[in-house]
């Protein structure tokens, strides 16, 4: 079993520890549509960044401040959409057991996004959170692993990221992070590891070192 040894977690919330594919696809198919684009081709893009950032890659040229206008709209939408939000398999119990270990959680949601699939996946919420509020660019860019890294006082190269996607997984290397990919979309996207979902994963605190088991 492949053991990571760090001071700190960094974890996505979509994907790695809450299951919304189901929200996201029926926003983002709608607003393919609406644009006259190919839905398939649009969900390769939309998981992972900021809804802005997703749609400058989309629409190229496109005015941005409309790109900021339709990712408000679309937060506001999936906020009040939580059919269908579940945890990833072994998110709870993971969670459960990071109690006394620094961690912060990073996504490119905003706080009322992140804080309802939190809860509506019935996960707590970690006390250090960077949300889109809290960037000025989205993944890949690694400044929201950074910035997360900087507020609990944790070295970068000290630090392990969860991800599913290739957005935050670009991103933590960028930080100069270690990378555990979560789920089947990760592996495509070289981390360090892969797990199937957190129940793969098994966390052991030695002083001030965290070892992740990974089965």
């Known amino acids: 079993m492949p053991v990571l040894t760090a001071r700190a977690l960094l974890l ?3 994907g790695t520890l809450v299951d919304s594919d189901a929200v996201v696809e029926r926003i983002w198919r709608r607003w393919a549509e609406a644009h006259g684009l190919d839905g398939d081709e649009v969900m390769k ?3 992972g960044r900021q809804g802005h950032a997703s749609m400058a890659v989309l629409l190229p040229g496109r005015p941005e401040r409309l ?3 339709d990712n408000a709209r679309m937060l ?9 939000v579940v945890p990833v398999p072994g998110a709870p119990e993971f969670l459960a057991s990071l109690r006394g270990v620094p961690h912060a959680l990073v996504t490119s949601a905003d706080v009322p ?3 309802a699939r939190m809860a509506a996946a019935g996960l707590p919420l970690p006390g250090v959170r960077v949300t889109a509020e809290s960037v000025g660019a989205s993944k890949p860019d690694p ?4 910035k997360g890294a900087a507020e609990l006082g944790i070295a970068p190269a000290d630090c392990v990221v969860f991800e599913d996607l290739g957005a935050g997984i670009a991103a933590g ?5 270690r990378v555990v990919g979560v789920g089947p979309r990760a592996a ?3 981390p360090d590891v892969v797990v199937r979902d957190l129940r793969q994963v098994r966390v052991e605190t030695v002083g001030p070192d965290v070892r992740l088991h990974v089965a």
């Open 173 to 177: 290397r960028a930080a100069g992070m």
């Open 188 to 190: 495509a996207h070289g």
């Open 67 to 69: 790109n900021h206008a």
């Open 45 to 47: 893009v939309v998981h």
């Open 143 to 146: 400044e929201g692993f950074l």
């Open 76 to 84: 506001a939408e999936e906020t009040a959409d939580m059919d269908g």
């Open 113 to 115: 996004l992140s804080t």
């Open 12 to 14: 996505d919330m979509d």
